[in-house]
């Protein structure tokens, strides 16, 4: 039986930085034009967004005003009606605590974010292509450098 991956039809991005949202909405639209994209630019917002509307991927920064992305991500992991939605830490750090707290508090993915817009459009690509299905190796890996490097928590 092959395995079917999802569809992706509408990101969030939770980041504080509006600039790399800007460029984040570009990339995608390259990527996949009829990917519907929301942008939120704190912890507050995203659950003020998240109690309207429910997206189908998550793209997280765990730095952010008013509310942590390590606090977001445990209420959203903890919430019966958020729980489902994959979450993809999407941060500059690179630090091996912040991998591994991440997947503690049950995120689907860590990425580090790509320093160019190729790197930036390589790696969405990437995601997307990715089986998203029970029991697949996602959260053993996380990806920086534009590679996909081994984890384990």
């Known amino acids: ?62 730095n952010m005003p008013c509310k942590n992305g390590f606090d977001c991500l445990e209420e959203i992991k903890s919430n019966a009606q958020w729980q489902q939605v994959p979450v993809i830490v999407y941060t500059s750090s690179s630090q091996l605590s912040d991998i591994q707290q991440s997947y503690i508090h049950k995120a689907d993915f860590y990425m580090v974010k790509p320093f160019s817009v190729k790197h930036l459009q390589h790696a ?22 534009n590679r996909f490097v081994p984890f384990t928590v």
């Open 124 to 145: 969405l690509e990437s995601i997307f292509s990715m089986d998203w299905n029970a029991g697949s190796p996602l959260n053993s890996h996380y990806y920086i450098n």
């Open 1 to 62: 039986m092959e395995s079917k991956k999802p569809v992706f039809n509408h990101i969030l991005l939770a980041d504080d930085d509006q600039d790399h949202g800007f460029l984040f909405k570009s990339i995608l639209k390259e990527v996949d034009a009829s990917k519907r994209i929301s942008i939120v630019y704190d912890g507050e917002a995203l659950f003020e967004f998240l109690s309207r509307q429910t997206p189908d991927l998550i793209f997280l920064d765990l």
